[in-house]
């Protein structure tokens, strides 16, 4: 059994240790092995293997979701191997450690890593890497740039095989309604809010809301705002950036109808899909795409589309840095070799591509594979999907083990804002004095 406090140093201490180039030689077509070399003691001999996967927060939420994933990809090549999927919502984190039932595989998404890193639930796939000659130069850089950074000392504690990008969709209907212009690819925050203005209205009782943004650090992370400061010991909150990026909360906070207040500020995919009642929402390719089937299974299918993610004035051109979707093999896995097959069939060529004609947007970086994306589906037939390709990427901002901890102290101040009518600077203050209370108290 695992225990929680395992410092992730014992838990590579017998990787064999070294690093990869990110770019690899110019001439390789993809992830690949060499032919003819020594023996791989990380190779897979086709012994009969059910490797239980675990999704947290991956959008992985079913059989289908898996086949499409994994299954699919090595039913041929690798027959013996049989994918068990537990869903998140038969387990959390902190009781599968306590029971002793680790899973062999974990899938998450670069977001939420550090919850796998601090219970030691990854192990550093170094070794893998250099004895598979696997290269990342087709990877997008700044996915690979991400996974790096999880890793003190060149550690690379997970394979990305998926990118989430951002995108703003709309509902039609409700801008054909009040006769107000659908939004455009390429457009400013102040401009979505000034067009959020329009169709945040009341009619026949009903309240029309113009506009959701979601978690102030959509805009944070998209400023390349890290949380805390280098040493990950105190929270900075009170710059010039963090102030700009509240201050469009507090703008958007004060149309009138956007709060419904003590009950609604932020508003969610469901008020959006299900309700119908949001003109439009922030949110990202994999997990837009993982319930747009809901839509036609309830009979509730309406008018939608997407365009790119808003911008900021000054930094026209780039979308939020991306969330990478990452798979990553236990420390105590019994069945590390099949495992290890299945993350070098997830990131090949053959297999990107038909993930990425699915729901997932490919890791790779290749224009092609993004103009097929979920093409299978045929959810985006007619749709604009191809805008949220459009941005360039933005670097990730600096990362720390506790940053999902402090979190929770900026979406207060949001909350402050927005019920409240607190003002920014006190909001941000307050916020920053909190986080840097619990870092002491908890670091």
């Known amino acids: 059994m695992l225990k929680r406090n395992k410092t992730i140093p014992l838990l590579v201490a017998m990787s064999v240790l070294g690093t990869f180039a990110l770019a690899g030689c110019g001439k390789e077509a993809a992830p690949s092995e060499s032919k003819g070399e020594a023996v791989n003691p990380d190779a897979y001999n086709n012994e009969p293997a059910t490797l239980t996967i675990y999704s947290y927060n991956a959008s992985v939420l079913n059989d289908a979701d898996l086949e499409e ?3 699919r990809a090595i039913k041929t090549k690798y027959p013996n191997i ?3 999927l537990i869903p998140q919502s038969a387990m959390t984190l902190d009781k599968m450690v306590a029971s002793g039932e680790v899973p062999d595989m974990i899938l998450s998404t670069s977001y939420w890593y550090y919850d796998l890193l601090e219970r030691g639930l990854v192990s550093d796939l170094n070794s893998f890497i250099k004895n598979e000659k696997i290269s990342f130069s087709k990877f997008e850089p700044e996915a690979i740039n991400i996974v790096k950074s ?3 000392k060149g550690e690379t504690f997970g394979m990305p095989y998926s990118i989430m990008y951002n995108m703003l969709i709309y509902n039609k209907d409700i801008f054909d309604k009040f006769g107000v212009p659908y939004p455009k690819d390429g457009m400013t925050w102040d401009e979505t809010i000034e067009l959020a203005k329009r169709v945040t209205r009341v009619d026949q009782g009903v309240q029309y809301v113009g506009l959701a943004i979601g978690p102030p650090t959509r805009l944070t992370r998209q400023l390349g705002l890290p949380a805390l400061d280098e040493k990950g010991e105190k929270a900075v909150f009170q710059t010039e950036g963090y102030k700009r990026a509240y201050s469009l909360l507090e703008k958007l906070y004060g149309i009138p109808g956007i709060v419904e207040m003590n009950k609604n500020y932020e508003y969610s995919i469901d008020f959006f899909l299900k309700d119908q009642k949001l003109a439009m929402y ?19 299918a309406f008018n939608w589309d997407v365009v790119s993610l808003p911008t900021f004035e000054d930094q026209k051109g780039y979308s939020r840095e991306p969330e990478v979707q990452m798979a990553a093999v236990t420390p105590n896995s019994k069945n590390k070799k099949a495992a290890y097959a299945v993350l070098k069939t997830m990131i090949s060529e053959e297999a990107q591509r038909a993930m990425n004609r699915g729901s997932k947007a490919t890791v790779l970086a290749d224009p092609t594979m993004k103009k097929e994306y979920a093409l299978d589906t045929k959810l985006y037939e007619g749709k604009n999907i191809q805008s949220v390709f459009i941005p360039k990427l933005s670097k990730v901002p600096r990362q720390h083990k506790f940053d999902i901890k ?3 102290f900026l979406n207060a101040a949001a909350k402050q804002i ?7 600077n006190t909001v941000l203050r307050e916020a920053e004095e909190k986080a840097n209370k619990w870092i002491q108290e908890n670091k």
Not at 282 to 300: D, H, S, V, Y
Not at 418 to 424: G, I, L, Q, R
Request: glycine letters at 6%.
């Open 418 to 424: 927005a019920y409240e009518k607190k003002d920014v």
């Open 406 to 408: 402090v979190y929770p």
């Open 282 to 300: 922030q949110f990202n390719t994999a997990a837009i795409t993982a319930r747009l089937p809901q839509l036609k299974e309830t009979g509730k």
């Open 69 to 71: 994933l994994v299954t």
């Open 150 to 152: 999880f890793g003190d």
């Open 82 to 84: 049989t994918p068990q």
